[in-house]
């Protein structure tokens, strides 16, 4: 099994990469890529960790980004040599952002009356961490202001809430440039979930190689529909778990959506290719 779609401590997961890769291997993974957001910061330990378990580990990163059109889009992407996916510059300046976009929202949230102390977002963070929205939805449950994880976006962290910031972000072709000059693949993340079907053929003239088409987030319907897609569109396919943790009802558990072998055979070569 395949899952090009997941998440540690580095970004917004609940477990280390190590921790991460042990997860994968217990559920029988054979590949599994590690697409933290806006950094690669926790892909050398997990690769270390698949070394011993015996779990291929890919090289990836989520980017936050946004299409010519203006509407948020992340942009997967995947390095076949580690080595090359030096993104120290980015890595730094969107860590900065994204902290300083943590302390706006807990700024909005008091100004509602929701006090979340600051310490209790970054204090224990790893210290790659770059940190997000789903930090402050725990800590608004575990102090008892929200009834859920999802209550915390559709109250206050969502783009209707009170609290909302949008992320930091650059233009798809930039992100798709980034990752091609580190001899990267480039994938449209949960095109459903961002309501992105208009915009996959301008995506991929502008350098993004794949569709995310297999998502907890997608339908049946929805998969045979980006299939047609990106067999019209002569695109690649990725798919994944999204996987970020279920301790606290985030979201779906480790390889429970998995890249079907004959898209992984395609993808795996032009990866190698890239």
Do not use: W
């Amino acid at each position: 099994m395949r899952d090009l779609h997941s998440h540690t401590t580095a970004s917004d997961g609940l477990l280390s990469p190590s921790e991460l890769v042990g997860r994968a291997a217990e559920v029988g993974l054979r590949t599994l890529a590690v697409t933290d957001h806006d950094t690669v910061a926790g892909t050398a330990e997990a690769i270390a960790a698949g070394r011993e378990l015996g779990v291929e580990v890919i090289c990836g990163i989520e980017i936050s980004a946004v299409t010519t059109c203006g509407r948020n889009i992340h942009v997967l992407g995947y390095f076949p040599d580690p080595d090359r996916s030096d993104l120290a510059g980015f890595q730094r300046e969107r860590q900065q952002e994204r902290h300083d976009r943590a302390i706006e929202i807990l700024d909005k949230l008091a100004a509602v009356g929701v006090v979340i102390p600051p310490e209790t977002i970054f204090d224990g963070l790893d210290e790659r961490c770059s940190v997000g929205r789903p930090h402050i939805a725990r800590a608004l449950l575990a102090g008892g202001h929200v009834a859920s994880f999802r209550d915390a976006f559709d109250r206050y962290l969502g783009p209707s809430g009170p609290a909302y910031v949008d992320s930091p972000r650059m233009t798809a072709p930039e992100a798709a440039d980034l990752v091609q000059a580190r001899g990267g693949v480039t994938s449209v993340a949960h095109p459903r979930v961002d309501d992105l079907d208009a915009a996959i053929a301008e995506l991929h003239r502008q350098g993004v190689a794949a569709v995310e088409v297999f998502h907890p987030n997608h339908t049946n319907t929805d998969i045979r529909r980006y299939l047609g897609v990106v067999d019209e569109l002569g695109m690649l396919v990725t798919g994944g778990s999204d996987y970020h943790g279920t301790d606290k009802g985030e979201g779906s558990d480790l390889g429970s959506v998995t890249l079907p072998e004959e898209h992984f055979a395609r993808f795996a070569d032009a990866l190698a290719k890239a």
